[in-house]
């Protein structure tokens, strides 16, 4: 069977320390949830920690940091395209909003 | 194992340009997956989102107790078994078989755990009337539609994760498969934990009272 070298990842150290980041995270999550914040202020917070936490995820669980760049620029990118463009159907979605007002 | 040691080992002395990423296909398979899946997931959130935004009587049944509680819960679970996910993969790569399939078990017992917490919480809120075209509460019907449609697929990838790390547990300690599957196996297991990351305060967190 033919194996690749692995990458060197990090140690159960830096694992622990961003699994600890990690709920601290959705405890912080939870906590603006019930701040009273406006709908619209509450969703960019919780999509912005969402986002901090996958990319500590994807980069240190999955090791995407230890792996070479050309695996993340051929991935990532294209993922992120990807959301983009489905944001074209939020004006649809107001549209809808406005027929049932 | 460099990569022209690697082009060699491949058979008949043939060269063989070594991967431009570095790592072997299942890797590179199991990442383009990650990839297709996340976009589904995307695709369903923005749904999700979409309908939400175009319904201006959209509820928000969930209260701290018994639900969001429950889904902080969940969510340190499956943190806590990507941890585990990650002391089975370096136990597999150190030659400590018998920690890894230890970890691997612990993996897929937080994984059942996770299921069964998930399984609960909707059988109570079928319970309670709600179902994927029904709303008890008056409203928008199409909160059921969403919540169950989104956590029932994300529910489907930790069962099937579960099968997985308990396939593959197996097989490593049989000498089957090696290290490189049990991280191939992770990177999946942290794929679904990662998905959560957002569907718990998209989903959650976004409709509480």
């Known amino acids: 069977m033919v194996e690749m070298e692995s990458a060197p990842a990090a140690g159960m150290r830096v694992y622990v320390a961003v699994w600890a980041g990690l709920l601290l995270i959705v405890g912080v999550e939870v906590a603006l949830t019930y701040a009273h914040l406006p709908t619209s202020t509450l969703l960019y917070a919780l999509l912005a920690l969402a986002l901090t936490e996958a990319g500590l995820g994807v980069m240190y669980f999955m090791h995407l940091k230890y792996e070479r760049r050309a695996l993340f620029w051929s991935l990532i990118p294209a993922l992120i395209f990807v959301f983009i463009m489905m944001n074209q159907f939020w004006s649809d979605a107001y549209r809808l909003r406005s027929l049932h007002q | ?209």
Not at chain 2, 10 to 37: C, N, R
Not at chain 2, 44 to 52: I, Q, S, V
Not at chain 2, 104 to 112: E, I, N, P, R, V
């Open chain 2, 1 to 209: 194992m460099s990569e022209s040691e690697m082009s060699l080992a491949l058979g008949h002395g043939a060269l063989v340009e070594g991967s431009p990423f570095g790592i072997d296909s299942k890797k590179l398979v199991m990442w383009l997956f990650i990839v297709a899946d996340a976009a589904t997931f995307g695709a369903l959130l923005f749904g999700y989102g979409y309908l939400r935004v175009g319904s201006p009587n959209w509820i928000r049944p969930f209260g701290f107790i018994p639900t969001i509680l429950n889904g902080m819960v969940m969510t340190a679970v499956l943190l806590t078994s990507s941890l585990t996910m990650l002391a089975a993969v370096s136990a597999a790569q150190t030659g400590r078989r018998a920690a890894a399939v230890r970890w691997l078990g612990a993996t897929a017992l937080l994984g059942m755990v996770f299921a069964a917490l998930h399984l609960r919480e909707w059988f109570n809120l079928f319970a309670d009337g709600w179902s994927p075209s029904t709303n008890p509460m008056g409203g928008s019907v199409l909160f059921g539609g969403t919540f169950f449609g989104i956590t029932g697929l994300h529910l489907l990838h930790v069962l099937c994760g579960v099968i997985a790390l308990l396939v593959v547990a197996l097989a490593f300690r049989r000498g089957r498969l090696d290290a490189s599957h049990v991280e191939t196996t992770g990177l999946y297991w942290h794929f679904v934990d990662l998905v959560w990351m957002f569907v718990f305060p998209l989903v959650y967190l976004m409709n509480a009272r």
